[in-house]
């Protein structure tokens, strides 16, 4: 039985991205050439995940899954690969001319997979669109489309309304994956929802909706060639099935989540494993709406209040994740630079019931989820425990697709937030800020509105610390959001798979590497 390597990651959402598929060239030359595969050497790889995507547009798609497929047909402008710089794809370079014009040079002889040339005014389009889009506003308000333009083929230049500290992290994220002008004028939404045409370093080849996905080599990728010939990912909503199919040879990676399953991986029991690669899944909690046209309840402290002491979290995360969760002590997962640990609240359920008979009136409500991992066994955990207190707690869980449609458009109260935040602080706070476009979790706060955007236009990283440090003792002094636990992204890799790697940043929870053996 071969020895199982612990790779420790940080967090995850842009999995297997652009660059765990194929090497990014930071050059100008293209690399039309085939891989150099070695005779007797696996070209296939085949992995196995726990949930299905229903679009295929990188501005809806979203999880673990999506995030996958969109890192090997799509590509970002930006890549973050742990480092304190931000590292070229799309673009070749970018420069702060002053603090609110932003300039991008282009990768020169990149084609979409239709061939289609990728030039300057795709960048526009895509992140125009992207800002039109209500769930993102926030991220792209800064800029001045107005006043900024395409330069040639091959220059882009941003003109800001006022500096943006996370711009640049929002260039690098899986939503940003740049889309061909041409082919989305002719094809839609509805188009660019069934249908993927990057520039990514694999092509999309046959997608049946919870089954499998198919992707083919790029044989015209512009950087480096991708070593595999075909990556196949396959869905499985149940665990038991997806391990054992694992065990049995069929997959090559297999995405492992329950405790059982990750203590014999880390035991050394599964047969002819060589590596494991984890990530932190940032963290989940329950979100709540200050919205009184929802949910009235919430407004009142006592009542969120009343939740928080109800939960005794240690013991839910527990019964419910077992080694797979940790609890969680902030909005902000561990692996964040600005994290600070704020402390999970007390379970006291006598407290609990006392803020209840002060607030004086029947609290009931409807938690709505999102379908997928823990969420519904974490849902009837809560249940319980509010029923306890007198409570009288619902539940309705979705697919993704119309769990997030249900959030934008303002139909939620509660829900399990799953929050995975990202290569910037402001990740995390984004459903808090000022058109968020989220009704649940936002909190007219007026002073956590102003310290979050002041957070956003600062500068110096030292004084953003401070400020985001502050921005996490409101949010739980106020209990706006109640951290649950902290979940882990766990790899098994087979023998013959060579190059998956620890991830580096927020956005990846693997990097399968190019280089065979």
């Not at 019931?353 to 955990?381: C, H, Q, W």
């Not at 935040?421 to 000022?434: A, L, N």
Request: with cysteine.
């Amino acid at each position: 039985m071969k020895t199982v390597k612990k790779c420790l990651a940080l967090m995850l959402v842009f999995v297997l991205t652009m660059s765990l598929l194929a090497g990014c060239s930071d050059s100008e030359d293209t690399n039309t050439g085939t891989a150099g595969n070695e005779p007797g050497e696996k070209t296939n790889v085949t992995i196995g995940v726990d949930a299905e995507w229903t679009t295929l547009d990188p501005s809806i798609g979203g999880g673990m899954s999506y995030s996958l497929l969109a890192g090997g047909v799509y590509e970002t402008l930006l890549f973050n690969n742990g480092g304190d710089e931000l590292q070229p794809m799309l673009a070749r370079s970018y420069e702060w001319q002053d603090e609110t014009t932003l300039v991008f040079e282009l990768q020169e002889g990149v084609k979409f997979h239709n061939g289609n040339d990728f030039t300057s005014e795709d960048v526009l389009f895509t992140i125009e669109r992207l800002a039109n889009n209500p769930n993102y506003t926030n991220r792209y308000e800064c800029i001045d489309f107005e006043n900024s333009y395409a330069d040639g083929d091959h220059t882009v230049v941003f003109k800001l309304h006022n500096f943006n500290a996370s711009l640049l992290q929002n260039f690098a994220s899986c939503i940003s994956c740049i889309l061909d002008k041409e082919w989305f004028d002719e094809v839609g939404d509805e188009g660019a929802s069934q249908e993927m045409n990057g520039t990514g370093p694999y092509v999309l080849t046959e997608w049946k909706m919870g089954d499998y996905t198919l992707l083919s080599r790029n044989e015209d990728y512009w950087g480096e060639a991708p070593y595999y010939d075909t990556v196949t990912i396959k869905c499985y909503s149940e665990p038991t099935t997806r391990i054992m199919e694992y065990e049995t040879g069929t997959l090559d990676i297999c995405y492992v989540n329950r405790s059982q399953d990750i203590d014999r991986l880390e035991a050394g029991e599964f047969e002819d494993t060589y590596e494991v690669s984890r990530a932190s899944h940032g963290v989940a909690g329950i979100g709540m709406t200050s919205w009184p046209e929802v949910s009235e309840a919430f407004l009142d402290i006592r009542v969120r209040q009343a939740i928080a002491y109800a939960i005794d979290i240690p013991t839910l995360v527990d019964s419910v994740g077992g080694s797979a969760l940790t609890v969680a002590n902030s909005i902000l997962p561990i692996s964040d630079w600005a994290y600070v640990d704020v402390g999970s609240y007390t379970y006291d359920p006598d407290k609990a019931r006392e803020l209840l008979a002060d607030y004086g009136k029947p609290v009931s409500f409807t938690m709505v989820n999102n379908d997928s991992g823990y969420m519904p066994d974490i849902a009837e955990a809560i249940q319980g425990y509010l029923a306890e207190v007198g409570i009288d707690m619902q539940i309705e869980n979705y697919e993704f697709a119309t769990f997030i449609s249900k959030l934008i458009n303002g139909e939620i109260a509660i829900t399990i937030n799953s929050n995975s935040g990202g290569s910037d602080p402001s990740d995390s706070f984004t459903p808090y800020e000022r058109n968020s476009g989220n009704a649940c979790a936002e909190f007219r706060d007026e002073e956590l509105l102003d310290l979050l955007e002041a957070a956003k236009n600062e500068p110096d990283q030292e004084a953003r610390k401070e400020m985001y440090k502050e921005v996490q003792e409101i949010v739980h002094d106020n209990y706006y959001f109640i951290p649950l636990y902290t979940g882990r992204t766990v790899y098994a890799v087979r023998e013959g798979i060579t190059g998956v790697q620890e991830s580096l940043t927020s956005e990846n929870a693997i990097t399968l590497g190019m280089i065979g053996g």
